[in-house]
């Protein structure tokens, strides 16, 4: 018996841990969407139910409640993992240290065996972070990165680096179907307000007519990715013949100062900018090299910023009014 007995085999089966946080659940709605069944684990330290209830009628969606760093066991066959369970937001890994550094190590290696087990594809979510702060500009796959393992940020970037180590590790010695996404900086609906990050931030202070925080002078840069084009770059990638890492963002680069400046002019509100001491090792540029995608994956972003962001405006605006 499995997860999916009352139904025939005819579908792929994907499990999505993180199912139900920002990405995992963007993801869990296009695999359904893409004629998957989807398997969501989230165990809600950062995740929100209320990212998937609309699936909850769906007969080809599945929630499990569960920590992925103790054993998963799953009845049946799968497809696919993908591992998108970790706190990502500074605020999160910085709240929940240990659990961050679990997740990337305990959560990859029991997802992995999970894969292994089932004779899945395996794709992680790693991150531009991997980078730190980084001493090439634009960054490309090929960059070892510029990481402080002692530093806050140490739990994420750390976290992720050891990921992607033990899925080439799985790959190597098993033979496993294994995939690296880095993902950059990603936006859209169902982020959390309260993240840190600076899209939410800024949007969620601007409604509420208050100074949008700027750390650092502002000079510091971020590349800005609408969620349905990461999520179309990581379902190309599970289906790809790499092993190697590949970078999944856009590659237009905006200073803090000048995102902020946009959100002021696009929401015409009275906010103002505010500025901050910089937080330790905050990255000072990041910015996608996305050759190999376009090579490998005939991938790029769609979504211009000022569609994707009104989106996302829209997502908050309506979520501050329902008042959840």
Not at 97 to 119: C, F, Q, R, Y
Request: glycine share 8%; proline share 6%.
């Amino acid at each position: 018996m499995d997860v999916f007995s009352n139904q025939r085999r005819a579908k792929k089966i994907s499990v999505v841990t993180g199912g139900a946080g920002f990405l995992g659940s963007h993801l869990s709605d296009r695999l359904l969407e893409a004629g998957h069944q989807v398997i969501a684990i989230d165990n809600l330290l950062t995740g929100n139910v209320r990212n998937i209830e609309h699936l909850f009628g769906n007969a080809d969606f599945r929630f499990i409640e569960h920590d992925v760093t103790n054993f998963i066991y799953l009845p049946g066959e799968i497809d696919y993992v993908f591992h998108f369970a970790s706190p990502a937001s500074p605020i999160d890994y910085l709240e929940f240290p240990i659990p961050t550094l679990k997740v990337g190590a305990l959560g990859t290696h029991n997802t992995l065996g999970l894969a292994k087990a089932k004779g899945a594809t395996y794709l992680i979510a790693s991150t531009s972070e991997v980078y730190g702060d980084p001493l090439i500009h634009p960054q490309k796959e090929d960059y070892w990165g510029n990481v402080n393992p002692i530093g806050p940020r140490g739990v994420y970037d750390e976290a992720k680096r050891f990921a992607e180590a033990m899925a080439m590790a799985y790959h190597r010695y098993h033979r496993l179907d294994t995939k690296i996404v880095r993902i950059f900086n990603t936006y859209g609906p169902r982020m959390r307000l309260e993240d840190g990050r600076v899209v939410p931030a800024f949007i969620g202070q601007a409604l509420a007519n208050e100074p949008l925080t700027v750390f650092g002078d502002g000079s510091q840069t971020r590349s800005f990715c609408y969620v349905s084009d990461l999520v179309e770059g990581i379902l190309r990638l599970s289906t790809s013949d790499t092993h190697n890492p590949v970078n999944i963002g856009n590659p237009t680069e905006m200073s803090i100062r000048e995102f902020g400046e946009a959100i002021i002019k696009k929401m015409k509100t009275s906010s103002k900018l505010e500025f901050k001491p910089l937080p330790i090792d905050d990255p000072r540029i990041r910015q996608p090299d996305i050759s190999l995608a376009r090579e490998l994956l005939d991938w790029e972003p769609k979504v211009d910023f000022d569609t994707g962001i009104s989106q996302t405006i829209d997502y908050f605006r309506a979520f501050i009014e329902s008042g959840q």
